[in-house]
């Protein structure tokens, strides 16, 4: 269904809306859309198919930029709310430093307990590898890589251990 929006100065906003994407259902796909990327999106979408408001209007409303608005209505127009959902922004980011054999000998190491914290991987990683990794980035790696240093629990200074050890077998 075609619907124009003239309201105002300025081209009016024509939009061939899908017969099942009425004002009620984008606003209960907004309403119950839980991925806070896409939410604002439908938002913007139920703003624009109600017809009463235009693309700079909603870009106010929404507090984000007009061309923001345009780019969500243009993935709306070529693939629907499945397009409006799928897209991710940011891009694919850098590549890898590691390959990803390397990248699964560091979790095996990781996985071994040797490791006290990010500075000793970061170190091991540099000497065997030749990579150099920033704490932080060591600790991104660790996260992508689902694993982390094992860390032992601090003790107090006047824990008793032998007492400890004989309480916890039940003397």
Known sequence: MVEKTTRGRGR???MNWATDDTAEALHAAYRTERDVAVQPRLHALWLLRDGTRRVGEVARLLGVNYRTVQRWV???RQ???AAV???HLGGPGMA?????EQQEQVAQEVATG???NAVEIRA?????????Y??????SLLERLQCAPKIPRPVHEKANQAAQAVWKKGG
């Open 134 to 139: 920033t704490e932080g980035g060591m600790y």
């Open 96 to 100: 890898a430093w590691l390959t990803p």
């Open 85 to 87: 959902r799928a897209h």
């Open 12 to 14: 009016p906003f024509v």
């Open 124 to 132: 091991w990683v540099e000497a065997t590898f030749g990579v150099r």
């Open 114 to 116: 040797r490791f006290h």
């Open 79 to 81: 693939g629907g709310l």
């Open 74 to 76: 243009a993935w709306y």
